[in-house]
């Protein structure tokens, strides 16, 4: 079994920065993705960023530039560090894992409980 812990979340002004974390434990055979999404009040989940096990990323068109991906292999751990934030980045941001189980050799995914994000002067 996989467990997903997010964390970083919090309020901060418009322009302020603010580092998410997340850090998977496990039966984990080998990660393929790892991926951020976020799902504001009365909206539909969207896709934030994503990173490969080869450390190709991927973004949102609101996010570029402002928002970076990275994860840390040793330690399984991925983290989306948001600059430049604006109101309408105001959501929970919830964390996706791609991966494959040590115990069963399948692939599988599985995701974190989130962590609020609210930006407001």
């Known amino acids: 079994q996989v467990q997903l812990v997010e964390s970083g979340g919090g309020l901060v002004q418009p322009g302020q920065s603010l580092r998410l974390s997340c850090a998977a434990s496990g039966s984990i055979f080998s990660i393929n993705r790892m991926t951020w999404y976020r799902q504001a009040p009365g909206k539909q989940r969207e896709l934030v960023a994503t990173?490969?096990?080869?450390?190709?990323?991927n973004y949102a068109d609101s996010v570029k530039g402002r928002f970076t991906i990275s994860r840390d292999n040793a330690k399984n751990t991925a983290y989306l560090q948001m600059n430049s934030l604006k109101p309408e980045d105001t959501a929970n941001y919830y964390c996706?894992?791609?991966?494959?189980?040590?115990?069963?050799?399948?692939?599988?995914?599985?995701w974190g409980q989130g962590t609020l994000v609210t930006v407001s002067s």
């Open positions: 996706n894992l791609d991966y494959r189980d040590s115990a069963s050799y399948r692939y599988l995914e599985v």
């Open positions: 990173v490969t096990s080869g450390g190709s990323t």
